[in-house]
């Protein structure tokens, strides 16, 4: 080849794109190849990103006979033969704007995620799809590798340019040695320090991932395969009464519920699925939507059985695997001193939330009262050290009250509202199945922790007494109405979209919640000297 072979980095900030290309330099120098590099800094929605563009020269610099190659500053659309990138949808922004060719250019990308803002602020899931992604890549490239740069840059304790320098030298694209790269990551000192070891490994780990990868395409014929979807084990209650396509829910969902409290909680949990399965057959006996309403219902009723209290808060941070995991995150060695504070503001509602409903009753109605009068709601600020046996012992200590979780009121208000949607859910389904289904994908407006929490119950109540129960409409009027209200609801926090999409329909807006009126002493004026 008389031409040069062009490389695009796409990096995030902090990323060590730039360590990268520079590691790509030095491989070509030890390697004798002419090289060079330009970078075009940029700014993304998330945290800056940073594109490098690469040219090597594919005859060495002894073959040249004192000519010098001319090379070019900027990427070309269509004309690149390598494009690697450390993240997902970085990688499909490159490709919207054509830097790739689908007769030319191997692409070499990260399935890791970092979410815009945009992304973020959504109410309900507003993440893009990742396999749409993946089917973009698979369409705009000659061959291509996604793999997961991130997990192995963990596993090595290095910075994610290690891993991708290895899955750029093993994809074959490069006339260069393994020896080559190598050398480039250690330089010229022969006595490797800690940071350079975690490069080597991380390069190691990211040239068996590629490696491995060519071999497996030598024998199969596909360009792209999804990952696998980890699973468990089918439970013997679910196999034998559920249909196998709600069989993966349900399981993660039984799993879920003996874990947050004990197997009769499961039990009560696969006694509610049945109970809809069975209206769901009587409504499509022969199963020609694949049960959907059943497989949804199964998702959001076991989260919802799973709220969030203080129990289960305290039994979470105090499991072997959070400090596994914390120790991994910071890369705590066993000769490292690691301590760990968690900081708490448990309120009344969340005391009050495992004691009986006579007695949080009158909790609440104190605290409501402290707050009429101008002051702020009561909290107990608390710093524990999970690192200490007495840190440990307290939160070990709060989690084993799981037993009490049933007695309380809060675990009867949840019940009460479970049933209502369950019972609404039943209606629906028996009037028409697609108004079932958008009964039961209203679980999902049940999310997040405190007043998030009851704000969402609070409108999947509304919307459901309103558009379901309390409704006269026809169901298929009923069912377009749901659907409207339930992307309302997940479009902003403040519920005007809801009261919109409410008043649309024929339904009255959200009850405005009481807030009392504080009264503030005037700040005395300054007087000037």
Request: glycine letters at 6%.
């Amino acid at each position: 080849m008389t031409q040069s072979i062009s490389i695009l980095i796409c990096a995030l900030g902090g990323e060590g794109g730039g360590v990268l290309t520079e590691w790509l330099v030095e491989t070509a120098h030890y390697a004798g190849f002419p090289a060079q590099a330009t970078s075009v800094p940029g700014v993304a929605q998330r945290t800056g990103a940073t594109t490098y563009y690469l040219e090597i020269f594919s005859t060495p610099i002894s073959q040249l006979q004192d000519r010098h190659p001319i090379f070019g500053l900027n990427p070309l659309p269509g004309k690149l033969d390598v494009m690697i990138s450390s993240e997902l949808l970085e990688t499909t922004r490159q490709l919207s704007n054509g830097m790739s060719s689908a007769q030319r250019t191997c692409v070499i990308t990260a399935n890791n995620r970092t979410l815009t803002t945009i992304e973020k602020m959504q109410m309900g899931d507003g993440r893009l799809s990742d396999a749409q992604m993946m089917a973009w890549v698979q369409t705009n490239s000659k061959t291509h590798h996604i793999v997961d740069f991130a997990s192995m840059a963990k596993e090595a304790g290095t910075i994610i340019s290690a891993v991708m320098l290895g899955a750029l030298g093993a994809s074959g694209q490069l006339p260069f040695a393994r020896a080559h790269y190598e050398k480039a990551i250690q330089g010229d000192n022969p006595n490797a320090s800690a940071s350079t070891q975690a490069s080597l490994r991380g390069f190691d780990l990211g040239w068996k991932k590629i490696e491995h990868q060519r071999i497996q395409s030598q024998y199969v014929e596909s360009i792209l395969s999804p990952a696998p979807v980890p699973t468990s084990t089918t439970p013997t209650v679910i196999a034998q009464h559920f249909p196998t396509s709600t069989h993966q829910f349900l399981s993660l969902g039984y799993e879920r519920l003996i874990d947050y409290q004990n197997n009769a909680y499961a039990q009560l949990y696969v006694q509610r699925m049945q109970t809809v399965l069975a209206f769901e057959k009587q409504q499509d006996p022969t199963g020609t939507n694949d049960f959907a309403i059943t497989r949804d219902c199964a998702r959001w009723l076991a989260l919802w059985m799973a709220f969030d209290d203080i129990v289960r808060v305290a039994d979470l941070k105090s499991r072997a695997s959070r400090w596994q995991r914390v120790q991994s995150e910071v890369k705590a060695k066993d000769d490292d001193l690691l301590r760990i504070y968690d900081h708490f503001k448990p309120g009344v509602p969340e005391f009050a939330a495992l004691l009986p409903t006579s007695m949080a009753n009158v909790l609440m109605q104190w605290d409501r009262q402290r707050i009429a009068n101008g002051k702020t709601p009561w909290a107990l600020p608390l710093r524990i050290g999970t690192h200490s046996i007495i840190g440990m012992m307290a939160l070990r200590s709060l989690a084993s009250l799981r037993w009490l979780r049933v007695w309380g009121s809060r675990y009867l208000r949840e019940q009460q509202s479970i049933e209502h949607w369950l019972h609404a859910l039943q209606t629906a389904t028996t009037s028409s199945w697609d108004l079932g289904f958008e009964v039961a994908q209203c679980g999902r407006l049940i999310k997040g922790y405190g007043s998030t929490n009851e704000r969402g119950k609070s409108n999947l109540l509304h919307v459901l007494n309103h558009l379901v129960l309390n409704n006269s409409q026809d169901p298929a009027k009923r069912t377009t109405a749901l659907a409207h209200a339930r992307q309302a609801a997940l479009k902003d926090a403040g519920g005007l979209a809801l009261d919109q999409a409410l008043v649309r329909h024929g339904a009255p807006k959200l009850p405005v919640a009481e807030q009392p009126i504080r009264w503030m002493r005037q700040p005395k004026a300054i007087q000037k000297p």
